[in-house]
Structures are given as structure tokens and as C-alpha cells.
């Protein structure tokens, strides 16, 4: 499932190629959400990954926002190279006569309307004071659970809550109500670093990408037997997720 890191590279790609052009005419397949009626004749002014969805502004105002799901993303194509139309989730047609699809080949992918961004903090924009209260109230959680929890922090899921744990030398199983002071401002420290850096990584990397995983700078969650530095990875169970981990990180 994409993350928080793969959404603000869409978000980007996307924005880079279709801002301020109109729509000519727009479709959602799945219904009870009249795509057309709000985006039509209108010009796309902003878009933004949000946790684990994408936000889309059009004359300046807030339109509508897709969630991927697992499988699901972005297709920037034109009349002569668009998908089977069993993938297509909805598609918005822009001058020029280039599409911009959501495509899922599960079919789970999703669009709604929206007012206002969740007020639930991000990831990469929560901050210490935010994120120490966090873990207070969730004190006999355990650390990976919280970091997952969109209702908590939104974008991390279970490849970049890993690879925070890793970063930060915490066992994913160590309650949060039993982190140390010094350890918590570790643990913020290398949330922001390592979704930061794969921000920034990924930019260059994957210019104009709007679907898939990445995956190339992960350190632990991965098949390979061993973490770039020796270390051989543990797979576990924690909140039904399976969860990549070392000896080296700490249990709290």
C-alpha cells in the first residue's frame, strides 16, 4: 500500500503536469459522488498527499480526495493508451487530451468530496509536544501499533513504521507508556529523518512516477535476510501485521 512517502511524489508528479489546465470532462465509475459536477470546465490548483490519501484543489477550492487502498494509483495517459476499463476507478479528461486515472485492480480505490484537510497531524509535520502527548495517551500500546494508526498519526504504515523502529533501535513490541524521555525524542527524531530523507531521495529518483511502491532505501523491511549493515532481519506478528525487526533495537 502506498505510504505517506510514495503519496507526496504523486502529489508532486501530478501537480508538475496538470496544474492550472482545465478539465474537459471527468467520470467516477463507482458513483454516489458526481466527479464531473465538481471538477468540470475547472482548473487544477493544488494537490497534496495527506497521510494516506490525496487531496485535489480546483479554482483554489477543496474538490475531492482518493484513497489508493492497497493496490491502487495514478495513470497519467492519453486516448490511445488507456487501461482495460475494469482498472479504472475514475478518470478526469484535461485540455490537450491527456487523462489523469485512478486505477485499482482490486477495484477498492476510492474518491469523496472534502472540506477541509483531517485534523489528525501528519507524519512528517507533527510536532515533539504533539507526538510525546500522543504516546501518553497510548502508553500500553505497543510503539509499532501507534505509528500505524491513522487515527493517531497519519501515513505510516507498515513499511515506514519498520523502517522508524529500525532507524530509532526501538523493538516494535516496546510499549510507548514505558519510553524513556531521551528515547521518545530518538524515537521523533528518526520519524522525521527517515520519511524526510525518503521524501527527498525519492523526488529525484522517481520523477513523475504516480503509482507503485519504493522501496529502494529500506534497510528492513525486505526479504533480504540481513540489513545492509549485517544484521540478520526477525519477521514477527504485532496488530496483524508482519513486522521486520533486529536484536540491535531495544525492548521497552
Request: aromatic share 10%; charged share 25%.
Amino acid at each position: 500500500m502506498p505510504e505517506i512517502v510514495e503519496l507526496k511524489i504523486f502529489a508532486k508528479s501530478i501537480k508538475e503536469r496538470f496544474f492550472d489546465r482545465e478539465v474537459i470532462r471527468a467520470d467516477y465509475k463507482k458513483g454516489g459522488f458526481d466527479l464531473n459536477a465538481a471538477v468540470a470546465k475547472k482548473t487544477l490548483t493544488d494537490v497534496r498527499g495527506h497521510g494516506k490519501e490525496m487531496f485535489f484543489w480546483f479554482n483554489g477550492l477543496p474538490a475531492f480526495s482518493v484513497h489508493l487502498m492497497l493496490n491502487g494509483g495514478f495513470a497519467v495517459l492519453n486516448e490511445n493508451t488507456r487501461p482495460a476499463a475494469a482498472d479504472v476507478v475514475a478518470e478526469l479528461c484535461f485540455e490537450g487530451g491527456e487523462y489523469l486515472m485512478v486505477f485499482d485492480p482490486d477495484g477498492y480505490a476510492k474518491m469523496a468530496p472534502f472540506d477541509a484537510l483531517p485534523q489528525v497531524p501528519e507524519a512528517t509535520r507533527i510536532t515533539e509536544t504533539e507526538f510525546y502527548s500522543l504516546l501518553a495517551q497510548k502508553s500500553k500500546a505497543a510503539v509499532k501499533n501507534v505509528l500505524c494508526d491513522q487515527n493517531c498519526v497519519r501515513g505510516i504504515g507498515n513499511a515506514y513504521a519498520d523502517e522508524i523502529l529500525y532507524a530509532a533501535k526501538i523493538s516494535p513490541a516496546s510499549k510507548c507508556g514505558k519510553l524513556p524521555a531521551e528515547v521518545k525524542k530518538e524515537l521523533y527524531a528518526a520519524m522525521r529523518a527517515v520519511l524526510e530523507n525518503a521524501i527527498e531521495k525519492y523526488a529525484e529518483m522517481y520523477k513523475g512516477v504516480t503509482c507503485g511502491e519504493m522501496r529502494d532505501l529500506v534497510q528492513v523491511h525486505t526479504r533480504a535476510r540481513m540489513t545492509p549493515l549485517g544484521e540478520l532481519i526477525k519477521v514477527t506478528e504485532i496488530g496483524g501485521r508482519k513486522t521486520y525487526y533486529t536484536e540491535s533495537q531495544r525492548v521497552f
